[in-house]
């Protein structure tokens, strides 16, 4: 499946890469399904690049990548966040900023290159997520990927007033494969 899936690089983030966070996270359809603050804009650009700047120096407790096209365009991120280095699992994150790259297998692409990452270099057993239940185009790529569902989680998110069912999926070291 790899050699289907266009060839993305991940890499560590630059402040540079504010920008085009900023931007894409003005765009209400790249973030409806994301964690963030409803006013708009979620965040100001110095609070971006001060986000940023915490990746970075890794103060926040995220292993955040940077997203990058075969031609090297930054088209979005990929995390890993709350490592529970104990009990060896941690939760994804990932976003495609830039909707030009969308339904091409970019996300798909990135999300098996940061699973490699956690499960090599991290020594990771288990790779988590939260998916909106509504949010059904995620839930079958996450399912492609050899997420499994492992439950409900219910009124987990509030989205415009409204309190939406998250499902937590897992993969774990033993069944990725790629």
């Keep these: ?28 359809e790249v973030t409806k399904h994301l964690n963030m603050p409803e006013e708009y804009p979620p965040f100001t650009r110095d609070e971006t690049k001060k986000w940023i700047e915490q990746c970075i120096h890794k103060t926040n407790g995220y292993e955040q990548k940077a997203i990058l096209s075969e031609d090297g365009h930054h088209i979005g991120w990929v995390d890993l966040k709350q490592i529970d280095k104990l009990n060896k699992h941690a939760e994804l994150g ?29 020594d990771l057993n288990k790779i988590w997520l939260r998916v ?32 939406i069912d998250r499902l937590r999926m897992s993969i774990l070291r033993e069944d990725y494969t790629l």
């Design 132 to 163: 909106e239940v509504d949010n059904q185009k995620a839930i079958k790529s996450y399912k492609r990927a050899g997420y499994v569902e492992e439950g409900v989680l219910r009124q987990d998110r509030l989205r415009k007033g409204r309190f």
């Design 94 to 122: 990932i976003a495609i900023g830039n909707k030009a790259y969308w339904g091409k297998g970019y996300g798909m692409a990135a999300m098996h290159k940061m699973l490699r990452f956690g499960f090599e270099q991290l």
């Design 1 to 28: 499946m790899e050699n289907q899936l266009p060839n993305v690089r991940l890499r560590d983030l630059m402040l540079e890469d504010a920008d085009d966070r900023y931007e894409w996270c003005l765009d209400e």
